[in-house]
Each structure stands twice: as C-alpha cells, then as structure tokens.
C-alpha cells in the first residue's frame, strides 16, 4: 500500500537552528536538513519538504501565517506538518485552525531542545507529528480535530495547547481539556475529539479574514494596576495604532475599582475582550456586585472572551477584525466560546 503524502513546511524556530563557531545557536537548517536528521520518516510517509522561513517564533507575524494557511489550502498533500519555534506556537496554530478547514490532518511542531543538546527533542517531535498526520483515526477525524500540535507524543487540540513553561521539556499542555491523542511505541490512542463548535461557529462568521493587520493591545492585570496604558491608549487621538485590546482580567473576569471609568471608556473606543489570566478557563457572568466585577463590566460592553486563553483571545480578536466583523458580531462569536 502506498504511504500517505506528508508535506512539512519549516518555519524556523529551536528546530531548525545550528551552533555557530562560538556555540551559540542560530536560525539555519531548511526542511530538508530536518528530514534528513530523521531516516525513519520515510519508512512512515512519502515525505515533502519546504523551507517557508527561518525565523525564530519570536518574530512570526500574522501575515505570515495567513499566507501559510492560504499556502496549505493549495497543497496536494495526505497531511501537512509544520515547524516552527515554540514560544508562539499557542497563537500560529490557533490562527491556522481558525483559517484552515481541510479534510487532511494539519499538525505543528517544534522542539524545546536545541540539535546541539544531546537530548534533542525535535526528531522525535518531527517523526511523531509525522507518524499522527498519517494515522487512520487522525486522518479520518481530521476535520473534527482540526489543527493539532504534536509534542512529545502528545496531541492536543490548537484551542487548547498553551506553552506553560519557557525551557522545560515538557512545557506545553492543554489545562483545561488534556491531549486528544497520545502516541504510544507507533500507534495513535485516541482520548477524546475537541468539542469545536464555537470555532465552527466563528470561521463561518470569519470568512477568509484577509483584511489589513489589526493590531490588538494586550493588557495584562496584575495587582495595583494604575492603567495609565489604557489612559495613554484612550489619549492618542490613533490609539496608538491599536484597533482592539485584550484585558486578561483576574480571575472570573475582574479588574481593580479605581480602572472602573477607563475600562467602560476603552470598551466605548475599541472592542475590548476581556479574558482570564488564570490562562484562560470559562469565566463568571453574573456572580459578583462592585463596580468592576464581571457583571459591571459586561453592562460596559465589554466583549466576554470565554474559555480562550488571552494570547488565543487577542489571535481571535485580530482575525475577526480583519475579518471586518461589527463590534456587535466579535460578541457573538466570544460569547460561544462560553
Ligand atoms: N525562540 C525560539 C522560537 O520560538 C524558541 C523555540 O523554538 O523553542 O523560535
């Protein structure tokens, strides 16, 4: 029987970088040096290889990704795999999946390990992101699961995955769902198919979202917050180039009092999300009194971000903004998110 076709598609990232003279490790390899480190590959698919970039994740934009997904809609592929750095992996997968919607499986990988490291992560996230492409129960499903991440023999949902730790091996999980999928010796256990339909619901809304960037400002809450960032936001007459914002709020969906005034006038001047700093997770609705408490900021028009991480909140918010959506419709489609 023939192998499935895998096209992998390297972006750069710890995956694809060398050591130079002095041992510092630089952005380099193409797709086909990352093939080539891994001859087991071709005893599971009839690979592909292309180098898109060799940037570190860091420095992904939103551009690029749109044209990868637009570059993967034209493939004649059984599966596509991409790698890239890690440190963005929670929003380039979460965007593809919002963009992408193939009946082939789509996965992203990476590595924590840099090659010079004797313990090297990315052949073995490279061939098992390779080995779950090309699986029957992936593949069969793949519209249901949508875009998955592959690391360290575990699958996860691109809604869920978060990079939890910056240099551990096993920095990345799903806290609030677990994997979908392990991979054990060569087979796929499956665990559970991602429950999608507010993704469903916000790529019919979406479209193809090619418009301009729209750059949204994440606003992080930590205690004693003053906010002379919304103020100097609210002040510019450009708001500083900003066309949406992004609060992760505390807890349930709260924010200190005295910001109370700034954030009705930030949710008047732009469509704000607010979402947990917990790391995402459903919040409250109509628990708490007080003048910032999740009821108080709802009556303000802030938009309700659901169960979205606020990383995943703002690649949301940037697509639907380039989608054009109203302010009315970016609700609807948070508000599915729960
Ligand atoms: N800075 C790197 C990147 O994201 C880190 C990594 O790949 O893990 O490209």
Redesign the pocket.
Same mark, same amino acid.
């Given at each position: 029987m023939s192998k499935p076709r895998i096209h992998i598609l390297a972006l #750069?990232?710890?995956?694809a970088t060398r050591p130079d003279a002095s041992g510092v490790m630089q952005m380099g390899a193409g797709a086909d040096d990352l093939v080539k480190a891994v001859p087991l590959l071709a005893t599971v698919a009839e690979v592909q290889a292309e180098t898109v970039s060799r940037v #570190?994740?860091?420095s992904l934009s939103f551009d690029q990704i749109h044209a990868l997904a637009a570059k993967i809609a034209t493939l004649q592929a059984d599966g596509v795999v991409v790698t890239?750095?890690?440190?963005?992996l929670e929003e380039t997968a979460f965007l593809l999946d919002l963009l992408v919607q193939l009946d082939i499986p789509v996965i992203v990988t990476?590595?924590?390990r840099n090659p010079a490291l004797t313990s090297a992560d990315g052949p073995g996230n490279l061939l098992a992101a390779v080995r779950v492409a090309c699986d029957a129960w992936i593949r069969r499903h793949a519209r249901a699961l949508g875009v998955l991440t592959v690391m360290l023999d575990e699958v996860y949902a691109a809604a869920d995955v978060i990079k939890a730790h910056p240099t551990r091996l096993n920095a990345f999980m799903a806290s609030q769902t677990g994997p979908i999928a392990a991979l054990v010796e060569d087979r796929v256990v499956p665990l559970g198919l991602p429950v999608r339909d507010a993704i469903d619901a916000a790529r019919k809304k979406l479209g193809k979202a090619s418009g301009a960037a729209q750059p949204v400002a994440l606003l992080w809450m930590g205690l004693d917050e003053p906010g002379h960032l919304i103020e100097a936001l609210l002040g510019a007459s450009d708001r500083l180039g900003y066309r949406g914002a992004v609060v992760a709020a505390m807890g349930g969906g709260h924010v200190p009092e005295p910001l109370a005034d700034r954030m009705g006038r930030l949710a008047a001047a732009l469509p704000t999300v607010i979402s947990s700093r917990a790391g995402g997770g459903a919040m409250l609705r109509h628990t708490y009194g007080g003048p910032t408490s999740e009821i108080a900021l709802r009556k303000m028009g802030i938009i309700w971000g659901g169960r979205l991480h606020p990383l995943k909140a703002r690649v949301l918010l940037d697509t639907c903004l380039r989608a054009g959506l109203a302010r009315d419709t970016i609700a609807e489609v948070f508000d599915a998110f729960g």
């Open positions: #750069g990232g710890t995956i #570190g994740s860091h890239q750095g890690t440190d963005t990476a590595a924590m």
